[in-house]
């Protein structure tokens, strides 16, 4: 996805709420400010445009995010809000499970977990502007959640699939993620979780991965190795490039994921799922849907 100018405004706001909460030394703040600007600055003016691939929303995000750990020595910013997503989210895993389990008919029990899944991106922390639900209050919203796009289809390629790769967004969410993995696993399917390397904002990164539980509901879990907001090609693993081209398909959760993947998909080279809530302007207006929407898009699906 190219950047928007809601995106700009968007990098700044959020990195403005980070260094408010970490820092409490008001010239301290004016410096860390002074550094993302000044990056920001430079980005935006080697770009020949908006089209221009160095502009990509969540590259930019993810070099801003790295300049707050860098000035404030916190490595893992969000650490608390990730242990406390994942713990409300364990809260609501068995009753989830039961749910799902009670369904007989298999496409709709492959569309409820698909939603409950969808429902888990809700848990966000890093877009301006958005205030995510408490997290015992998800659940709520399940039954009645209206998800738009290509949801047959995306039943249909997950059923025909035998390996998938799911790329994973936050935490907490990742707990909600487990129960798409075990329909999926329940019907033979070999089902491999990426997460992050090191911290981005209060996505789940491999040190998070235990707390979620995500060795109960996937054959492996699989770190990017970097901090990196998506699976970025020049800093991931060679290995996991070759994993993710070696799957029937890819599901690629939340935003940031949307945003990265839709620049490099026919490099993969397979088909991909993207599975979001839009919870900003410029991924509503990039998918052409309103805005607070669950979407579920399938591209590259002529490719195999």
């Given amino acids: 996805m190219k950047v928007y100018t809601n995106c700009i405004a968007c990098q700044v706001q959020v990195r403005f709420k980070d260094i408010e909460r970490l820092v409490k030394d008001e010239d301290r703040r004016f410096e860390i400010m002074r550094l993302i600007i000044e990056h920001l600055d430079n980005t935006l003016s080697s770009c020949r445009s908006r089209l221009d691939s160095r502009c990509v929303p969540t590259v930019i995000a993810t070099n801003l995010f790295r300049i707050v750990k860098n000035a404030t020595g916190d490595k893992d910013p969000y650490r608390e809000a990730k242990k406390q997503a994942n713990k409300e989210a364990l809260k609501l895993y068995k009753g989830l499970e039961n749910l799902v389990e009670s369904i007989g008919d298999l496409r709709d029990k492959l569309y409820t977990a698909l939603k409950i899944s969808l429902v888990g991106n809700l848990i966000d922390l890093g877009v301006a502007g958005y205030i995510a639900p408490e997290t015992s209050k998800v659940i709520d919203i399940v039954n009645d959640l209206e998800v738009l796009g290509d949801v047959e289809p995306c039943l249909i390629t997950l059923l025909k699939s035998k390996k998938i790769a799911m790329i994973l967004d936050n935490a907490g969410e ?131």
């Avoid at 075990?182 to 996505?203: C, H, M, P, T, W």
């Avoid at 397979?270 to 579920?296: Q, R």
């Fill in 174 to 304: 990742a707990v909600f993620d487990r129960i798409l993995a075990n329909v999926l696993r329940s019907e033979g399917k070999y089902v491999v979780a990426i997460v992050k390397g090191g911290a981005f904002q209060n996505d789940v990164t491999y040190l998070d991965a235990e707390d979620a539980g995500l060795r109960f509901s996937f054959d492996e879990v699989y770190s990017t190795g970097t901090d990196a907001s998506s699976v970025f090609i020049e800093e991931v693993d060679e290995s996991l490039l070759e994993i993710l081209k070696g799957v029937d398909v890819v599901v690629s959760k939340g935003m940031a994921n949307y945003e990265y993947i839709t620049e490099i998909e026919l490099l993969l080279g397979v088909p991909i799922i993207y599975m979001l809530i839009a919870k900003c302007l410029p991924v509503a207006k990039d998918l052409g849907v309103p805005l607070g929407k669950a979407v579920i898009k399938l591209s590259n699906y002529l490719v195999r």
